[in-house]
């Protein structure tokens, strides 16, 4: 399967260290370090990675075909509750795709054989979370029994979490620290992003962190780094947005209902735009 020809997006660090064709077995390391499997050969490996399915200007998926599984990868800074319903849209274009590929008929009485899904988010955001989590599109639903559902595991590659996943892949460890750098040297505006870039640059250099890969992409990964701080920085600007849109709707409905006075509203507003809390009636 070839990807969607489509270069309006820019791709991530991620998604170059673990989804460019030359870099497969880093892909197929960080398979065997989540799935407990031992594969040693890239060519068992097929990129399916498509190019215009995750909804942002940066890629931070990678997808691929090994053994009898179909494999979504992404790495995230913030904890999404919609991250299954992204994997649903994402192999669905996967599955329609191999179908067509195969010449097979959906309609037809044979059953179409497909490799199994595993959708696994890489998170390495400020915020505490577990090792592992699982999230599930059936946590959307208001119903009962649904007919469709998507787990998506949490894979938490902050440093003192999952260390024997770091170990098993030395790629992934590297990219753990780099991240981790650059958010320590611009904790607090201490340094500008460019600079904390560089410096983790240099740092993981001196450690041997993806030293190879750094110093031979470093103007790369210098321009894919803060394209991707800038998207994710645009993106947190509109969540902000949404949640004080909302706090608004729900506060001036409390007072049409006479829940809460003016004043009172006034005061709550204050108050949930530092909690991101919904406002309460009592």
Known sequence: MTATANRTHK??????????????GNALELYNALAGTDYTDPGELELTTLDDVIYMNVKNDVSFVVGDEMVLFEHQSTRNPNMPLRGLAYFARLYTARAERMGANLYGSRLIKLPTPRYV???SGARELPDREVVRLSDAFDGPNPAVEVVCEVVNINAGHNPEVAKACPALAGYARFVELVRMYNDGGQMSLADAVAAAIEQCVEEGHLADYLKEKRAEVFDMFLTE????????????EGIEQ????????????????????????RELAATHEPPQTA
Request: hydrophobic residues 35%.
């Open 229 to 240: 701080y800038d998207a994710e920085r645009q993106r947190e600007l509109d969540r902000q």
């Open 246 to 269: 909302g706090i608004d709707i729900a506060l001036s409905r409390l007072v049409e209902l006479g829940a809460i006075t003016p004043e009172q509203a006034a005061e709550q507003k």
């Open 11 to 24: 791709d991530s660090m991620f998604r170059d260290l673990f989804g460019s064709p030359e870099r497969k």
């Open 121 to 123: 988010v890489l998170y």
